[in-house]
């Protein structure tokens, strides 16, 4: 079954303690993306990566760290997480930018207290 | 940078009435224009997409939108409002040859009322 699947889905962690959330995806997707959701604001673009170790800003890098040594994996890596990192996030992919659509995974529900 | 406008963060429409989303996007060249649903506790999933060619397109679950260029506009439309279309609904926009990036609207929750 194609998917896109992240890890853990429910995290409640503290100020400071570093994490890493997987994302994985069997579709041979090239594109690869993550996301925060938060209320009133929709879906805000974090990090992507156009190929493996390629990988640039989106809207709200700070605070984020990800790397994408093989085409499948994308994990998102929080240094140092703060409260205002409390969010629902969703890592994306698809075969490219533009006319593609993109697979979402199930999302990963964040509280950092 | 692209912008998403959706009119209405929150939509009430009674069992088979007519659902009207609106959506709003900010492009000088012509975008790509997506439509998605997200039910609760779940990801997000496409509903239909414009890309090219004719500007009314038809999705799952008997959504359509229509690409108005003049208007800048992508409204999802659906003639009968069903109790399982009750949802997040996002519009997003991607340019080729402005970056690499999609971008979202802030959302447009639907409730249908039996």
């Known amino acids: 079954e194609a998917q896109v699947t992240q890890n853990p889905r429910y995290l409640i962690t503290v100020t400071g303690k570093k994490l890493t959330v997987t994302c994985s995806q069997n579709m041979n997707h090239e594109y690869m993306s993550w996301y925060r959701q938060d209320p009133g604001l929709g879906l805000r673009q974090i990090y992507y990566?156009?190929?493996?170790?390629?990988?640039d800003k989106g809207d709200v890098p700070e605070g984020y760290k990800v790397s994408r040594k093989e085409k499948r994996n994308f994990p998102l890596i929080l240094e140092s997480p703060s409260p205002n990192q409390t969010s629902l996030y969703f890592c994306?992919?698809?075969?490219?930018?533009?006319?593609?659509?993109?697979?979402f995974g199930p999302g990963t529900r964040l509280t950092v207290t | 940078a692209q912008s998403v406008t959706q009119l209405g963060s929150h939509v009430s429409v009674s069992e088979g009435a007519l659902v009207l989303l609106r959506c709003n996007y900010s492009s000088s060249v012509p975008p790509y224009l997506f439509w998605y649903v997200q039910y609760p506790n779940q990801g997000l999933q496409l509903l239909l997409k414009y890309t090219t060619g004719a500007t009314l397109v038809k999705g799952i679950n008997g959504f359509e939108a229509e690409f108005k260029k003049s208007e800048t506009s992508f409204h999802l439309t659906k003639p009968s409002a069903h109790m399982s279309d009750a949802a997040e609904y996002f519009c997003?926009?991607?340019?080729?040859?402005?970056?690499?990036?999609?971008?979202f609207g802030t959302g447009t929750s639907l409730t249908v009322i039996p």
């Open positions: 997003a926009v991607s340019v080729s040859n402005t970056g690499n990036q999609f971008y």
């Open positions: 994306a992919s698809s075969f490219s930018v533009g006319a593609t659509e993109q697979y």
């Open positions: 990566s156009m190929n493996v170790e390629v990988t």
